[in-house]
Protein backbone atom coordinates (compact mmCIF):
# COMPACT_ATOMS: atom_id res chain seq x y z
CA UNK A 1 0.00 0.00 0.00
CA UNK A 2 1.69 3.56 -0.86
CA UNK A 3 2.12 5.58 2.17
CA UNK A 4 -0.42 8.19 0.71
CA UNK A 5 -3.12 5.22 0.64
CA UNK A 6 -2.19 4.21 3.96
CA UNK A 7 -2.31 7.35 5.62
CA UNK A 8 -5.82 7.97 3.77
CA UNK A 9 -6.95 4.45 4.69
CA UNK A 10 -5.66 5.18 8.47
CA UNK A 11 -7.71 8.52 8.46
CA UNK A 12 -11.07 7.21 7.48
CA UNK A 13 -10.70 4.35 9.91
CA UNK A 14 -10.23 7.28 12.72
CA UNK A 15 -13.33 9.58 10.99
CA UNK A 16 -15.30 6.55 11.26
CA UNK A 17 -14.27 5.40 14.83
CA UNK A 18 -14.20 9.03 15.68
CA UNK A 19 -18.52 9.43 14.41
CA UNK A 20 -18.90 6.34 16.16
CA UNK A 21 -17.09 7.97 19.14
CA UNK A 22 -18.61 11.02 19.11
CA UNK A 23 -22.17 9.85 18.85
CA UNK A 24 -21.69 7.61 21.46
CA UNK A 25 -20.21 10.83 23.69
CA UNK A 26 -22.96 13.04 22.56
CA UNK A 27 -25.46 10.63 23.87
CA UNK A 28 -23.84 10.32 27.22
CA UNK A 29 -23.17 13.99 27.45
CA UNK A 30 -27.19 13.97 26.78
CA UNK A 31 -28.15 11.71 29.38
CA UNK A 32 -25.47 13.39 32.15
CA UNK A 33 -27.55 17.38 30.94
CA UNK A 34 -30.91 15.88 32.15
CA UNK A 35 -30.36 13.66 34.80
CA UNK A 36 -27.92 16.47 36.39
CA UNK A 37 -29.84 19.59 35.45
CA UNK A 38 -27.59 22.94 35.13
CA UNK A 39 -26.12 22.84 38.68
CA UNK A 40 -25.36 19.19 38.95
CA UNK A 41 -23.29 19.58 35.45
CA UNK A 42 -21.64 22.86 36.66
CA UNK A 43 -20.95 20.51 39.50
CA UNK A 44 -19.34 17.77 36.99
CA UNK A 45 -17.63 20.40 34.60
CA UNK A 46 -15.57 22.19 37.58
CA UNK A 47 -14.38 18.55 38.76
CA UNK A 48 -13.53 17.65 35.65
CA UNK A 49 -11.89 20.90 34.96
CA UNK A 50 -9.80 20.94 37.92
CA UNK A 51 -8.11 17.92 37.48
CA UNK A 52 -7.65 18.24 33.90
CA UNK A 53 -5.10 21.08 35.63
CA UNK A 54 -2.90 18.27 37.32
CA UNK A 55 -3.41 15.72 34.37
CA UNK A 56 -1.96 18.53 31.69
CA UNK A 57 0.70 18.95 33.88
CA UNK A 58 1.72 15.64 34.86
CA UNK A 59 2.04 15.15 30.98
CA UNK A 60 5.87 16.66 30.82
CA UNK A 61 5.08 16.94 26.81
CA UNK A 62 5.43 12.99 26.79
CA UNK A 63 2.46 12.64 24.32
CA UNK A 64 3.79 14.63 21.44
CA UNK A 65 7.65 13.43 22.47
CA UNK A 66 6.77 9.95 22.27
CA UNK A 67 5.42 10.03 18.94
CA UNK A 68 8.84 12.53 17.81
CA UNK A 69 11.32 10.02 19.37
CA UNK A 70 9.93 7.03 18.28
CA UNK A 71 9.50 8.43 14.72
CA UNK A 72 13.38 9.16 14.12
CA UNK A 73 15.20 6.16 12.41
CA UNK A 74 17.56 3.26 13.78
CA UNK A 75 16.01 4.13 17.93
CA UNK A 76 15.33 1.56 19.54
CA UNK A 77 12.03 1.39 19.93
CA UNK A 78 10.78 -0.87 22.80
CA UNK A 79 13.31 0.76 25.36
CA UNK A 80 12.10 4.30 24.41
CA UNK A 81 8.54 3.03 24.99
CA UNK A 82 8.98 1.53 28.17
CA UNK A 83 11.13 4.09 29.82
CA UNK A 84 8.11 6.87 28.07
CA UNK A 85 5.82 4.13 29.74
CA UNK A 86 7.90 4.43 33.39
CA UNK A 87 8.18 8.23 33.51
CA UNK A 88 4.53 9.08 31.94
CA UNK A 89 3.42 6.43 35.21
CA UNK A 90 5.54 8.51 38.02
CA UNK A 91 4.41 11.62 36.70
CA UNK A 92 0.68 11.08 36.50
CA UNK A 93 0.66 9.33 40.06
CA UNK A 94 2.67 12.18 41.59
CA UNK A 95 0.67 15.52 40.26
CA UNK A 96 -3.31 13.63 40.48
CA UNK A 97 -2.56 12.68 43.71
CA UNK A 98 -2.20 16.30 44.59
CA UNK A 99 -5.31 17.51 42.87
CA UNK A 100 -7.59 16.36 45.99
CA UNK A 101 -4.83 17.91 48.75
CA UNK A 102 -5.22 21.57 46.66
CA UNK A 103 -9.00 20.99 46.55
CA UNK A 104 -9.26 21.29 50.23
CA UNK A 105 -8.23 24.82 50.30
CA UNK A 106 -11.00 25.93 47.78
CA UNK A 107 -13.99 26.95 48.45
CA UNK A 108 -15.71 24.02 46.44
CA UNK A 109 -18.55 22.08 48.03
CA UNK A 110 -18.53 19.22 49.81
CA UNK A 111 -19.90 17.07 46.87
CA UNK A 112 -17.48 19.20 44.25
CA UNK A 113 -14.46 17.82 46.39
CA UNK A 114 -15.70 14.25 47.15
CA UNK A 115 -15.83 14.04 43.18
CA UNK A 116 -12.64 15.60 42.83
CA UNK A 117 -11.30 12.31 44.98
CA UNK A 118 -13.57 9.83 43.18
CA UNK A 119 -12.93 11.07 39.55
CA UNK A 120 -9.17 11.49 40.04
CA UNK A 121 -8.32 7.79 39.33
CA UNK A 122 -10.15 7.81 35.62
CA UNK A 123 -7.19 10.16 34.70
CA UNK A 124 -4.15 8.03 35.54
CA UNK A 125 -5.73 5.71 32.52
CA UNK A 126 -5.71 8.08 29.48
CA UNK A 127 -2.08 9.20 30.92
CA UNK A 128 -0.92 5.72 30.03
CA UNK A 129 -2.83 5.16 27.28
CA UNK A 130 -1.01 8.21 25.56
CA UNK A 131 2.27 5.73 25.28
CA UNK A 132 0.21 3.55 23.24
CA UNK A 133 -1.41 5.94 21.11
CA UNK A 134 1.98 7.43 20.10
CA UNK A 135 3.02 3.32 19.10
CA UNK A 136 0.01 2.97 16.98
CA UNK A 137 0.18 6.31 15.28
CA UNK A 138 3.57 5.66 14.31
CA UNK A 139 2.34 1.97 13.00
CA UNK A 140 -0.39 3.81 11.57
CA UNK A 141 -2.89 1.27 13.09
CA UNK A 142 -5.26 3.88 15.05
CA UNK A 143 -7.70 0.65 14.30
CA UNK A 144 -6.86 -0.54 17.52
CA UNK A 145 -7.13 2.61 19.42
CA UNK A 146 -10.54 3.15 17.50
CA UNK A 147 -11.67 -0.33 19.29
CA UNK A 148 -10.41 0.50 22.54
CA UNK A 149 -12.27 4.05 22.21
CA UNK A 150 -15.45 2.78 21.47
CA UNK A 151 -15.92 -0.14 23.56
CA UNK A 152 -14.83 2.38 26.56
CA UNK A 153 -17.44 5.19 25.01
CA UNK A 154 -20.13 2.12 25.09
CA UNK A 155 -19.07 1.21 28.90
CA UNK A 156 -19.45 4.80 30.27
CA UNK A 157 -22.97 4.91 28.35
CA UNK A 158 -24.21 1.62 30.11
CA UNK A 159 -22.76 3.31 33.14
CA UNK A 160 -24.84 6.70 32.80
CA UNK A 161 -28.05 5.11 31.73
CA UNK A 162 -27.40 2.71 35.24
CA UNK A 163 -26.31 5.36 37.58
CA UNK A 164 -29.52 7.42 36.22
CA UNK A 165 -31.69 4.07 36.57
CA UNK A 166 -30.86 3.43 40.27
CA UNK A 167 -30.02 7.13 40.94
CA UNK A 168 -26.97 7.19 42.11
CA UNK A 169 -25.87 10.98 41.72
CA UNK A 170 -22.92 12.45 40.23
CA UNK A 171 -20.58 10.11 42.22
CA UNK A 172 -22.11 7.42 40.00
CA UNK A 173 -21.71 8.92 36.76
CA UNK A 174 -17.76 9.75 38.20
CA UNK A 175 -17.47 5.93 38.79
CA UNK A 176 -18.80 5.20 35.12
CA UNK A 177 -16.11 7.21 33.85
CA UNK A 178 -13.27 5.59 35.86
CA UNK A 179 -14.48 2.15 34.62
CA UNK A 180 -14.33 3.71 31.13
CA UNK A 181 -11.21 4.89 30.95
CA UNK A 182 -9.39 1.72 32.62
CA UNK A 183 -11.41 -0.50 30.04
CA UNK A 184 -10.01 1.62 27.71
CA UNK A 185 -6.44 1.59 28.32
CA UNK A 186 -6.39 -2.45 29.39
CA UNK A 187 -7.82 -2.95 25.77
CA UNK A 188 -5.06 -0.96 23.75
CA UNK A 189 -2.66 -2.40 26.03
CA UNK A 190 -3.62 -5.68 24.91
CA UNK A 191 -3.57 -4.64 21.45
CA UNK A 192 -0.39 -3.24 21.47
CA UNK A 193 1.05 -6.71 22.40
CA UNK A 194 0.93 -7.11 18.78
CA UNK A 195 3.62 -4.57 17.95
CA UNK A 196 5.66 -5.08 21.51
CA UNK A 197 4.95 -6.29 25.37
CA UNK A 198 5.53 -2.77 27.22
CA UNK A 199 6.44 -2.15 30.72
CA UNK A 200 7.37 0.67 33.03
CA UNK A 201 11.32 1.32 32.70
CA UNK A 202 13.62 3.25 34.50
CA UNK A 203 16.58 3.97 32.90
CA UNK A 204 18.25 7.16 34.32
CA UNK A 205 19.99 8.03 31.30
CA UNK A 206 16.66 7.55 28.78
CA UNK A 207 15.02 9.32 31.63
CA UNK A 208 17.43 12.18 31.75
CA UNK A 209 17.07 12.38 27.16
CA UNK A 210 13.57 12.73 27.57
CA UNK A 211 13.07 15.26 30.54
CA UNK A 212 16.10 17.53 28.24
CA UNK A 213 13.68 17.13 24.99
CA UNK A 214 10.46 17.60 26.60
CA UNK A 215 11.00 20.62 29.09
CA UNK A 216 9.75 23.06 25.99
CA UNK A 217 7.20 21.24 25.67
CA UNK A 218 6.17 20.60 29.46
CA UNK A 219 6.26 24.17 29.73
CA UNK A 220 4.52 25.16 27.00
CA UNK A 221 1.88 22.96 28.19
CA UNK A 222 1.26 24.61 31.89
CA UNK A 223 1.16 28.05 30.08
CA UNK A 224 -1.21 26.15 27.57
CA UNK A 225 -3.26 25.24 30.33
CA UNK A 226 -3.39 28.59 31.89
CA UNK A 227 -5.18 30.27 28.92
CA UNK A 228 -7.43 26.68 28.25
CA UNK A 229 -9.00 25.91 31.59
CA UNK A 230 -8.65 29.39 33.90
CA UNK A 231 -11.72 30.32 31.99
CA UNK A 232 -13.62 27.71 34.02
CA UNK A 233 -11.48 27.61 36.95
CA UNK A 234 -12.67 31.33 37.63
CA UNK A 235 -16.04 30.91 36.25
CA UNK A 236 -16.54 27.95 38.93
CA UNK A 237 -14.85 30.38 41.65
CA UNK A 238 -17.36 33.87 41.32
CA UNK A 239 -20.33 32.13 39.67
CA UNK A 240 -23.10 30.06 40.56
CA UNK A 241 -22.73 25.74 39.34
CA UNK A 242 -25.40 27.07 37.07
CA UNK A 243 -23.44 29.39 34.96
CA UNK A 244 -20.84 26.92 34.83
CA UNK A 245 -23.15 24.23 33.88
CA UNK A 246 -24.26 26.27 30.62
CA UNK A 247 -20.66 27.03 29.83
CA UNK A 248 -19.48 23.90 30.12
CA UNK A 249 -22.03 22.43 28.11
CA UNK A 250 -20.99 24.57 25.21
CA UNK A 251 -17.43 24.25 25.60
CA UNK A 252 -17.93 20.30 25.49
CA UNK A 253 -19.16 20.17 22.36
CA UNK A 254 -16.26 22.02 21.43
CA UNK A 255 -14.07 19.62 22.47
CA UNK A 256 -15.88 17.19 20.82
CA UNK A 257 -15.20 18.91 17.38
CA UNK A 258 -11.39 19.72 18.32
CA UNK A 259 -10.56 16.24 18.17
CA UNK A 260 -10.58 15.80 14.57
CA UNK A 261 -7.48 18.04 14.03
CA UNK A 262 -5.36 16.18 16.86
CA UNK A 263 -6.37 12.62 15.52
CA UNK A 264 -5.09 14.03 11.69
CA UNK A 265 -1.91 15.62 13.44
CA UNK A 266 -1.42 12.63 15.48
CA UNK A 267 -0.52 11.13 11.81
CA UNK A 268 1.01 13.57 10.59
CA UNK A 269 3.35 14.42 13.29
CA UNK A 270 5.67 11.12 12.43
CA UNK A 271 5.68 12.04 8.47
CA UNK A 272 6.51 15.54 9.29
CA UNK A 273 9.03 15.10 11.56
CA UNK A 274 10.91 11.91 9.13
CA UNK A 275 10.52 14.47 6.39
CA UNK A 276 12.54 17.53 7.94
CA UNK A 277 15.26 15.64 9.75
CA UNK A 278 15.88 13.77 6.16
CA UNK A 279 15.83 16.91 4.75
CA UNK A 280 13.18 16.56 2.06
CA UNK A 281 11.60 19.78 2.90
CA UNK A 282 9.60 20.02 -0.23
CA UNK A 283 8.05 16.85 1.07
CA UNK A 284 7.49 18.54 4.65
CA UNK A 285 6.42 21.34 2.79
CA UNK A 286 3.33 19.63 0.61
CA UNK A 287 2.49 17.49 3.86
CA UNK A 288 1.84 20.69 5.75
CA UNK A 289 -0.01 22.52 2.90
CA UNK A 290 -2.47 19.02 2.28
CA UNK A 291 -3.19 19.59 6.22
CA UNK A 292 -3.89 22.82 6.10
CA UNK A 293 -6.10 22.59 3.29
CA UNK A 294 -7.75 20.02 4.90
CA UNK A 295 -8.59 21.48 8.17
CA UNK A 296 -9.63 24.82 6.18
CA UNK A 297 -12.05 23.05 4.15
CA UNK A 298 -13.66 21.15 7.45
CA UNK A 299 -13.52 23.99 9.93
CA UNK A 300 -15.07 26.23 7.82
CA UNK A 301 -18.75 24.73 7.37
CA UNK A 302 -18.83 23.51 10.90
CA UNK A 303 -18.79 27.37 11.65
CA UNK A 304 -20.88 28.90 9.29
CA UNK A 305 -23.55 25.83 10.19
CA UNK A 306 -23.22 26.43 14.00
CA UNK A 307 -24.27 30.34 13.62
CA UNK A 308 -27.56 29.28 12.29
CA UNK A 309 -27.61 25.91 14.29
CA UNK A 310 -25.94 26.84 17.93
CA UNK A 311 -29.53 26.93 19.77
CA UNK A 312 -30.74 23.99 18.21
CA UNK A 313 -27.97 21.48 18.66
CA UNK A 314 -27.44 22.43 22.41
CA UNK A 315 -31.43 21.86 23.22
CA UNK A 316 -31.57 18.96 21.39
CA UNK A 317 -27.91 17.21 22.50
CA UNK A 318 -28.58 18.93 26.36
CA UNK A 319 -31.81 19.76 27.00
CA UNK A 320 -34.17 22.44 26.91
CA UNK A 321 -32.64 24.05 30.12
CA UNK A 322 -29.57 24.63 28.68
CA UNK A 323 -30.51 26.73 25.22
CA UNK A 324 -28.50 29.42 26.86
CA UNK A 325 -26.00 27.60 25.92
CA UNK A 326 -26.29 28.57 21.91
CA UNK A 327 -25.74 31.80 22.46
CA UNK A 328 -21.95 30.80 24.28
CA UNK A 329 -21.51 28.28 21.28
CA UNK A 330 -22.05 30.50 18.56
CA UNK A 331 -19.18 32.73 20.45
CA UNK A 332 -16.85 29.56 20.77
CA UNK A 333 -16.99 28.32 17.60
CA UNK A 334 -14.74 30.79 16.37
CA UNK A 335 -12.18 29.25 17.90
CA UNK A 336 -12.68 25.84 15.75
CA UNK A 337 -10.67 27.65 12.88
CA UNK A 338 -8.15 28.77 15.31
CA UNK A 339 -7.67 24.98 16.96
CA UNK A 340 -7.96 23.03 13.05
CA UNK A 341 -5.04 25.25 11.66
CA UNK A 342 -3.26 25.75 14.38
CA UNK A 343 -3.27 22.39 15.31
CA UNK A 344 -1.38 21.61 12.19
CA UNK A 345 1.31 24.18 12.95
CA UNK A 346 1.82 23.59 16.38
CA UNK A 347 2.12 19.57 15.44
CA UNK A 348 4.90 21.11 12.54
CA UNK A 349 6.56 23.05 15.44
CA UNK A 350 7.22 19.70 17.09
CA UNK A 351 8.23 18.04 13.88
CA UNK A 352 11.17 20.89 13.39
CA UNK A 353 12.55 20.65 17.13
CA UNK A 354 11.27 24.35 17.36
CA UNK A 355 9.25 23.85 20.63
CA UNK A 356 11.60 26.63 22.29
CA UNK A 357 10.95 29.29 20.40
CA UNK A 358 7.47 29.18 21.31
CA UNK A 359 7.47 29.35 25.37
CA UNK A 360 7.61 33.20 24.61
CA UNK A 361 4.28 33.31 22.99
CA UNK A 362 2.75 30.90 24.94
CA UNK A 363 4.01 33.07 28.06
CA UNK A 364 2.03 35.97 26.18
CA UNK A 365 -0.84 34.59 25.31
CA UNK A 366 -1.01 33.28 28.76
CA UNK A 367 -1.21 36.17 31.13
CA UNK A 368 -2.92 38.57 28.40
CA UNK A 369 -5.53 35.71 28.70
CA UNK A 370 -5.48 35.10 32.13
CA UNK A 371 -6.21 38.96 32.24
CA UNK A 372 -9.43 38.84 30.25
CA UNK A 373 -10.93 36.20 32.12
CA UNK A 374 -10.41 38.73 35.30
CA UNK A 375 -11.86 41.54 33.71
CA UNK A 376 -14.56 39.71 31.76
CA UNK A 377 -15.76 36.80 33.76
CA UNK A 378 -16.99 38.71 36.57
CA UNK A 379 -19.24 41.34 34.18
CA UNK A 380 -20.17 39.25 31.43
CA UNK A 381 -19.93 35.64 33.05
CA UNK A 382 -19.88 32.73 30.65
CA UNK A 383 -19.98 35.17 27.74
CA UNK A 384 -16.81 36.96 28.89
CA UNK A 385 -15.35 33.72 29.51
CA UNK A 386 -16.17 32.49 25.71
CA UNK A 387 -14.72 35.56 23.77
CA UNK A 388 -11.15 35.71 26.19
CA UNK A 389 -11.10 31.76 24.89
CA UNK A 390 -11.28 32.88 21.29
CA UNK A 391 -8.77 35.15 21.80
CA UNK A 392 -6.34 33.05 22.88
CA UNK A 393 -6.75 29.94 20.31
CA UNK A 394 -6.63 32.50 17.56
CA UNK A 395 -3.27 34.27 19.31
CA UNK A 396 -1.52 30.32 19.47
CA UNK A 397 -2.26 29.63 15.94
CA UNK A 398 -0.83 32.61 14.53
CA UNK A 399 2.19 32.56 16.85
CA UNK A 400 2.63 28.74 15.60
CA UNK A 401 1.94 29.77 12.11
CA UNK A 402 4.94 32.17 12.45
CA UNK A 403 7.77 30.32 14.48
CA UNK A 404 7.00 27.16 11.08
CA UNK A 405 7.51 29.91 9.00
CA UNK A 406 10.51 31.80 10.08
CA UNK A 407 12.57 27.90 10.53
CA UNK A 408 10.76 26.24 7.52
CA UNK A 409 9.93 29.21 5.00
CA UNK A 410 6.17 27.51 4.80
CA UNK A 411 3.78 29.98 3.98
CA UNK A 412 0.56 28.45 3.21
CA UNK A 413 -1.78 28.92 0.07
CA UNK A 414 -4.61 30.33 0.47
CA UNK A 415 -6.69 29.49 -3.01
CA UNK A 416 -8.70 26.13 -1.50
CA UNK A 417 -8.69 28.34 1.90
CA UNK A 418 -10.94 31.19 0.04
CA UNK A 419 -13.15 28.69 -2.34
CA UNK A 420 -14.39 27.13 1.48
CA UNK A 421 -15.26 30.39 3.00
CA UNK A 422 -17.43 30.58 -0.37
CA UNK A 423 -18.70 27.73 0.04
CA UNK A 424 -19.48 27.52 3.61
CA UNK A 425 -21.14 31.20 3.04
CA UNK A 426 -23.46 29.70 0.81
CA UNK A 427 -24.64 26.76 3.12
CA UNK A 428 -25.03 29.01 6.10
CA UNK A 429 -27.63 30.60 3.94
CA UNK A 430 -28.93 28.03 2.96
CA UNK A 431 -29.45 26.61 6.49
CA UNK A 432 -30.47 30.49 7.42
CA UNK A 433 -33.66 30.54 5.05
CA UNK A 434 -35.19 27.10 6.51
CA UNK A 435 -37.48 27.79 9.63
CA UNK A 436 -35.78 27.14 12.55
CA UNK A 437 -38.77 25.23 13.80
CA UNK A 438 -37.44 22.60 11.60
CA UNK A 439 -34.22 22.39 13.65
CA UNK A 440 -35.90 21.22 16.78
CA UNK A 441 -36.42 17.39 16.04
CA UNK A 442 -33.60 15.15 15.62
CA UNK A 443 -34.56 14.21 11.93
CA UNK A 444 -34.82 17.88 10.83
CA UNK A 445 -31.62 18.58 12.39
CA UNK A 446 -29.64 15.61 11.01
CA UNK A 447 -31.27 15.88 7.52
CA UNK A 448 -30.52 19.78 7.56
CA UNK A 449 -26.83 18.64 8.38
CA UNK A 450 -26.35 15.61 6.14
CA UNK A 451 -27.70 17.71 3.17
CA UNK A 452 -25.57 20.68 3.56
CA UNK A 453 -22.49 19.05 3.86
CA UNK A 454 -23.11 17.54 0.46
CA UNK A 455 -23.79 20.36 -0.43
CA UNK A 456 -21.20 21.97 0.81
CA UNK A 457 -18.80 19.47 -0.87
CA UNK A 458 -20.42 19.37 -4.55
CA UNK A 459 -20.02 23.49 -4.19
CA UNK A 460 -16.47 23.02 -3.08
CA UNK A 461 -15.49 20.55 -5.76
CA UNK A 462 -17.36 22.62 -8.75
CA UNK A 463 -14.89 25.10 -7.51
CA UNK A 464 -11.99 23.03 -7.75
CA UNK A 465 -11.54 23.42 -3.95
CA UNK A 466 -11.32 19.51 -3.91
CA UNK A 467 -10.49 18.05 -7.14
CA UNK A 468 -10.10 14.60 -8.67
CA UNK A 469 -6.47 14.20 -8.00
CA UNK A 470 -7.46 14.63 -3.89
CA UNK A 471 -10.02 12.06 -4.43
CA UNK A 472 -7.76 9.83 -6.19
CA UNK A 473 -4.98 9.85 -3.23
CA UNK A 474 -7.69 9.50 -0.63
CA UNK A 475 -9.59 6.35 -2.28
CA UNK A 476 -6.61 4.73 -3.77
CA UNK A 477 -5.09 1.73 -1.79
CA UNK A 478 -3.24 -0.07 -4.04
Not at 218 to 231: Q, W
Request: charged share 10%.
Amino acid sequence: MLLASKIAHNTIIQLVGKFISTALGLISLALMTRYLGQAGFGEYTTIINFLSFFAIIADLGLTLVTVQMISRPEVDEKKILNNLFGLRLSSIIIFIGLAPLAAIFLPYSAAIKTGILIAATSFIFPALNQVLIGLFQKRLRMDKAVIAENVSRVVLVVGIYLTIRYNYGLNGILWASVLSAAINFLISYVLALDFIGLRPSFDKVIWQETIKKSWPLALTIVLNLLYLKTDTLILSLVKSPSEVGLYGAAYRIIDVLSTLPFMFAGIILPLLTTYWFEQKKDLFKSTLQRSFDLMAILSLPIISGALVLATPIVVLVAGADFAPSGLILKILIFAILAIFLGCMFSHAVVAIDQQKKMIKYYLFVSISSILLYIILIPKFSYLGAATATVYSELAIALFSAYIVWRQTGFIPNLKKISKAIFASLLIGLVLFLIPSHYYYNWWGLITSIALSSLLYFAILYLLAGITKNDLKILLNKN
